[in-house]
């Protein structure tokens, strides 16, 4: 089975999919943990985006794999571990801005499908239940307002003890958002057939326990 989970960031994307999969012991896939490492090998390796045959080359080059460690999610970029580093809002950005690009979204897709292929996933990203995995049997659209979006990634980051401005996460978070929504290919969209929760307002128990439901009944249907 494949559980979808999309939307934009700070909606409760990651709780909830940590959740489902701890609960039904399914993989768990964060495809923005890929594309952020990609971002951090391209930061790393100071590679202009506007430079397509550097681009390539580096995207050809890279290694990317996600691996679970005693309940923590690995993040192995060239075999190494990145996990804490790409948590960063120089990260976010880059991720966001590469992402864009058809040569990295071309092999990240290809190794997301790969996964998919290694058991039962719960995949969250902005493009799987879209482009990544259409056929997924659940797929849920998560969003909140930008201001509690703003809010959580502002606590994530202060709980990680950065120095960061509300206004400023406000104002990244947006412009993130803006890029994710209207790039050419793959862009943030709700799949038709998708479940949209709103979790402005509700809390993470309450969405796990909903789309739980929603597995259930998919399971019995099958
Ligand atoms: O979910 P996240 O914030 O970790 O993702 C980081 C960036 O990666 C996000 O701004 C856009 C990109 N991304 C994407 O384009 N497609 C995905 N499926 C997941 C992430």
Redesign the pocket.
């Known amino acids: 089975m494949i559980i979808a989970i999309?939307g934009p960031?700070g909606a409760g994307?990651?709780t909830l999919a940590q959740r489902l999969a701890q609960e039904l012991g399914f993989i768990y896939l964060?495809?923005?943990?890929?594309?952020?490492a990609l971002?951090l090998k391209l930061l790393r390796q100071a590679v202009d985006l506007a430079d397509d045959a550097r681009v390539n080359e580096v995207v050809r080059q890279t290694a990317i794999d996600l691996r679970e460690n005693g309940g923590r999610l690995e993040v192995l970029l060239d075999g190494r571990d990145v996990a804490a580093e790409i948590r960063t809002p120089e990260v976010?950005q880059m991720?966001?801005k590469s992402?864009?690009l058809k040569v990295v979204?071309a092999r990240l897709l290809e190794l997301q499908r790969e996964m998919g292929r290694r058991g039962s996933v719960v995949a969250?990203?902005?493009?799987?239940g879209t482009v990544?995995f259409p056929e997924a049997e659940v797929k849920v659209f998560l969003d909140a307002s930008t201001r509690e979006r703003a809010r959580r990634r502002y606590q994530e980051l202060l709980a990680a003890g950065r120095a960061v401005d509300f206004a400023e996460t406000f104002r990244e978070m947006e412009e993130?958002d803006k890029?994710?929504s209207e790039r050419d290919i793959?862009p943030?969209r709700q799949a038709a057939d998708a479940v949209r929760v709103d979790t402005s307002s509700v809390d993470a128990e309450s969405v796990a326990a909903l789309v739980l439901d929603l597995v259930k009944k998919k399971a019995r249907e099958n």
Do not use: F, W
Not at 30 to 36: E, L
Not at 124 to 128: K, L, N, T, Y
């Open positions: 999309d960031s994307k990651s964060d495809t923005g943990a890929m594309y952020r971002a976010s991720a966001s992402s864009a979204r969250e990203g902005r493009d799987i990544i993130r890029r994710d793959a943030l």
